[in-house]
Antibody
Framework: QLQLQESAPKLVKPSETLSLTCSVSGGSISSRSYYWVWVRQPPGKGLEWIGSMFSRGTTYNNPSLKSRVTMSIDTSKNQFSLHLNSVTAADTAVYYC??????????WGQGALVTVSS | QAVVTQEPSLTVSPGGTVTLTCGSSTGAVTSGHYPSWFQQKPGQAPRTLIYDTNNKHSWTPARFSGSLLGDKGALTLSGAQPDDEADYYCMVYYTGVWVFGGGTELTVL
């Protein structure tokens, strides 16, 4: 059974880099059938797509986040990661990872709340 | 970037039928946009109900169905139950890019 689990610091200071990891179990992150997604949700607001990464390395990012986003895959750990730099209070949100594509639907992690504050 | 629109709120009576729609600022939503529908209850992660227009996950109740309605994606709930009260988000796929709608707050009353 596929499971995704986010891990992240609960608190990040403004201007620093937010780093999150999504650990995947019950499936291989190397599979070329799927792609891996980051979504966030600020408190009380809707869902916002951050970016997607395919196992062959192709990435797509939300233009609104410009060049602040970096994503990577670690096949040895069956994990994928998100790095968001120069964070501000506006980056406070619950961050979700997901697997999509391959005609198999979309599976979500349970989310991790990250607060940006000094 | 495209804008995806949903009804901000809808109300359905228990046992009733309601259709939520998902429109795109770029034109018609088609099967090539792989429209998906997610249900989210307070304090919970989103849960995928419908993907690729009309496909269901194993956990998707039979009363939910996805389709294309005119130039929009659509989620129809037939036989609403109190447990269906939640926020519903659609997502439209534009060649690698996901765009979410603003969500529909569904009340069962």
């Amino acid at each position: 059974q596929l499971q995704l689990q986010e891990s992240a610091p609960k608190l990040v200071k403004p201007s620093e880099t937010l780093s999150l990891t999504c650990s995947v179990s019950g499936g291989s992150i190397s599979s070329r059938s799927y792609y891996w997604v980051w979504v966030r949700q600020p408190p009380g607001k809707g869902l916002e797509w951050i970016g997607s990464m395919f196992s062959r390395g192709t990435t797509y990012n939300n233009p609104s986040l410009k060049s602040r986003v970096t994503m990577s895959i670690d096949t040895s750990k069956n994990q994928f990661s998100l790095h968001l730099n120069s964070v501000t209070a506006a980056d406070t949100a619950v961050y979700y990872c997901a697997r999509a594509g391959g005609g198999a639907g979309c599976f979500w992690g349970q989310g991790a709340l990250v607060t940006v504050s000094s | 970037q495209a804008v995806v629109t949903q009804e901000p709120s809808l109300t359905v009576s228990p046992g009733g039928t309601v259709t939520l729609t998902c429109g795109s600022s770029t034109g018609a939503v088609t099967s090539g946009h792989y429209p998906s529908w997610f249900q989210q209850k307070p304090g919970q992660a989103p849960r995928t109900l419908i993907y690729d227009t009309n496909n269901k996950h194993s956990w998707t109740p039979a009363r939910f169905s996805g389709s294309l309605l005119g130039d929009k994606g659509a989620l129809t709930l037939s036989g609403a139950q109190p447990d269906d009260e939640a926020d519903y988000y659609c997502m439209v796929y534009y060649t690698g890019v996901w765009v979410f709608g603003g969500g529909t707050e569904l009340t069962v009353l």
